[in-house]
C-alpha cells in the first residue's frame, strides 16, 4: 500500500482491530486507538518531512480507476494547500483520544472506533482529488460525528446531534448537484471526468459558474461557518464531549474553508471575485458579532465556540483577499485556530471533569489551586489572542496585512476582532484564574495530570514553533498559494 493510502487507512485498520476486541476489555481498546492515531502520525511527519517545498505540483500522488464508465477515480495527492491541514488531523486525533482517556467512560469500544473512523474521513477528505472520492469522504465524516455528539455530549445532545447533521446535509446535497452539473460539462460522453486536475482547467463560463459556486459556498459556508449560518455550532461545540469539540474546533471546520481554496477558487474563479465582496462583508460580520457575542457568555464551553465564529471569519476574509498574504494567512489561520481553541476546549474540559461545571461563575482563584493548568492556560489564551511569538499572531498579521492590500476598510474593521478576542479571553482568565477562591468544589479541583500534561505539551510545543519559526509551514505553502493566485488573477 502507498504512502497516502496508508495514512489514510490506517485510523481505519485500528477500528476494526478495537471492534473486534471484547467490550470489557476498556484498556486494550484504548491503547489500540491510541496505538492507531499515532501510527498515522508517523506517516503524516513522514510526508511532510519528504514534501518538496517550492513547487505547487501534487505529490505522492495516487490514482487508479474506480468506475471507468462514469470517470470516477481513486486519486490521491497532496500539495502546499492540503499539507497543513493533514499534519493537523494526525496531530489532534491522538491528543484527542487522550484526552479522553478517563472522560468517557461508557461504551469505549464505540467511542474509540467512531474517533478512528472520524480519523480516516477527515484524512480522505483533505487528500482526495476526485470530486466524487473527496464527496464520500465529506458524507463519511458527518456518520461517526453525529454518534459522538449525540451518545457521548451533554444534556441536549440529540437535539444538537440532529441540528448537526442536518445543517451539513442539505449544503452537502447541493454540493453533489453541482458536482453531477459540473461532470456533464467536462467533456463529450465517455471522455467526461470527476478529476480536480482535469476540471480546475474545464473554465464554465456565466451564469452557469455562478450557480455552481454558489452550491459549493453554501456547503463550505456552513461548514466554517460562515455568519449567519453559524446556528448549528454553539449547540454542537457545547453539548459534544471534550474530545469531539475539540476535533471539531480543531478539524472538522477547516473542511469548510478548505474547500473554499481547493475547490471555489480554482474552479470558478470569475464567481469567486463576483462575490467575494459579499463573502467578505460576511467574514467581517462575523468577526465582529462573534466576538461580541463571545463576551457576553458565562458558558467557558460556548465562549470558546462562539469565539470560533470570529476567528474563522478572519480566515474566510484571507481566502477572500485574492493575495498571496492573505491566502497564506489564511491556511495559516486554519492550523493555529486548531492549535489553539482545540487547547481551550481541553482546558474547559480539565476543569469540567473535575467539577462537572462549565459556568464562569462556579470558579476563582483557580491559579492559585492549579499553577501549572494556570501556566497552560496562559500560553494557549495568549495564542488565541494572537500575541506576536505565538502562532496566532503571524496567521492574523498576514491575513490583515493580505487584505489591507486588496481592500482597507475590511482590514479596519476586521482589526477590531482582535481587540475583541482580547477582551473577552482576558475577562474569563480573570474570573477563573485569580481573585477571591470561589470555587464551589475546590477539593476537586487537583493539578494537571502526566497524562493532561501529555496533552498539552505538543500543543504548547506548536505553538512557539509556528509562532517564532513560521517558515517551516510557509515554505511549504507558498508556492500552491502562489499559483492559485494567479490562476485567478489570469481570469480576470
Known sequence: MKLLSALVFLPLAGAVAA?????????AIRWTGLAASLGALAL?????????????????EERAVWVGGLGLSYHLGVDGISLPLVALTAVIMPLALLSSWTAIAERVKEFTVSMLVLETALLGTFLSLDLVLFYVFWDAVLIPMYFIIGLWGSDRRTYAAYKFILYTMVGSALMLVAIIVLHLHSGPPGARSFDWLVLRDLRPGMPLQAW????FALAFAIKVPVWPLHTWLPDAHTEAPTAGSVVLAAV?????????LRFLLPLFPEASRQFAPWLSVLAVVGILYGGAVSWAQQDMKRLVAMSSVSHLGFVTLGAFAFTVEGLQGSLLQMVNHGISTGGLFLLVGVLYERTHSRLMDDYGGVAALMPRFAVVATIIMLSSMALPGTNGFVGEFLILLGTFRAVPAY??????????????LLWMYQRVMHGPLAARDRARLSELRARELLVFIPLILLIFWIGLFPNALLARTEASVRALVESVEARR
Do not use: H, I, N, P
Open 19 to 27: 471492534a473486534l476486541l471484547d467490550r470489557r476489555r476498556e484498556d
Open 252 to 260: 472538522l471546520l477547516k473542511m469548510g474553508t478548505y474547500g473554499f
Open 44 to 60: 503524516a511527519l513522514l510526508v511532510f518531512a519528504r514534501f518538496e517545498a517550492g513547487t505547487a505540483a501534487v505529490q505522492f
Open 411 to 424: 482590514a479596519v474593521l476586521a482589526a477590531g476582532g482582535v481587540v475583541l478576542s482580547a477582551v473577552y
Open 212 to 215: 455552481l459556486f454558489g452550491a
